[in-house]
T-cell receptor, first 116, second 110 residues
């Protein structure tokens, strides 16, 4: 089945650091990937849609300069949390949409980001 | 705007009992409906998609456009079904973005 790899799984760093998270579709090409944020005991909140070869589309209230997205190839999207602060601590999850007529999304394991 | 509602945050059933997770949606257009499951310490996994009309791990879900529902059912719950279940909706009218319900935690007791 479709597999999405997300790396790293856990990051702990100091305030002010920039953190890059990678999302790869391992056995299919994904022109569209998505980045979500999940707070404890809550559902996933879509942050942005990552489009291969073009700019990402951000959801309302998400700072595009804070959360930089690059989708340079059909199998890789990256999310960079710039100058991270404690309030950015969260669980970030990526997904990739499979090709085909009804294209389900397949999810990575998520990255737990802790900013000290 | 599209919306997905899962009215039950927690469902607790005994092993062997039937379980039904409710999902209602609002969407202007032809929706694509999915059920995702997240077992403890695992990633979110696709369980069912409405267009496939399949049964996975004994679960089925029928899209009822009249009632705008996509309830998930299993006649005999097993302990390994204990997990978090999310109903999700996608469609061209919303840029193919996936909208999740709040999730239902299922606990199957022995």
């Amino acid at each position: 089945g479709a597999v999405v790899s997300q790396h790293p799984s856990w990051v702990i760093c100091k305030s002010g650091t920039s953190v890059k998270i990678e999302c790869r579709s391992l056995d299919f090409q994904a022109t569209t990937m998505f980045w979500y944020r999940q707070f404890p005991k809550q559902s996933l909140m879509l942050m942005a849609t990552s489009n291969e070869g073009s700019k990402a589309t951000y959801e309302q209230g998400v700072e595009k300069d804070k959360f930089l997205i690059n989708h340079a190839s059909l199998t890789l999207s990256t999310l960079t949390v710039t100058s991270a602060h404690p309030e950015d601590s969260s669980f970030y999850i990526c997904s990739a949409r499979e090709p085909g007529p009804v294209r389900a999304q397949h999810f990575g394991d998520g990255t737990r980001l802790s900013i000290l | 705007a599209q919306r997905v509602t899962q009215p039950e945050k927690l469902l607790s059933v005994f092993k062997g009992a039937p379980v039904e997770l409710k999902c209602n949606y609002s969407y202007s257009g032809s929706p694509e409906l999915f059920w995702y499951v997240q077992y403890s310490r695992q990633r979110l996994q696709l369980l069912l998609r409405h267009i496939s009309r399949e049964s996975i791990k004994g679960f089925t879900a029928d899209l009822n456009k009249g009632e705008t529902s996509f309830h998930l059912k299993k006649p005999f719950a097993q302990e390994e079904d204990s997990a978090m279940y999310y109903c999700a909706l996608s469609g061209q009218a919303a840029g193919n973005k996936l909208t999740f319900g709040g999730g239902t935690r299922v606990l199957v007791k022995p």
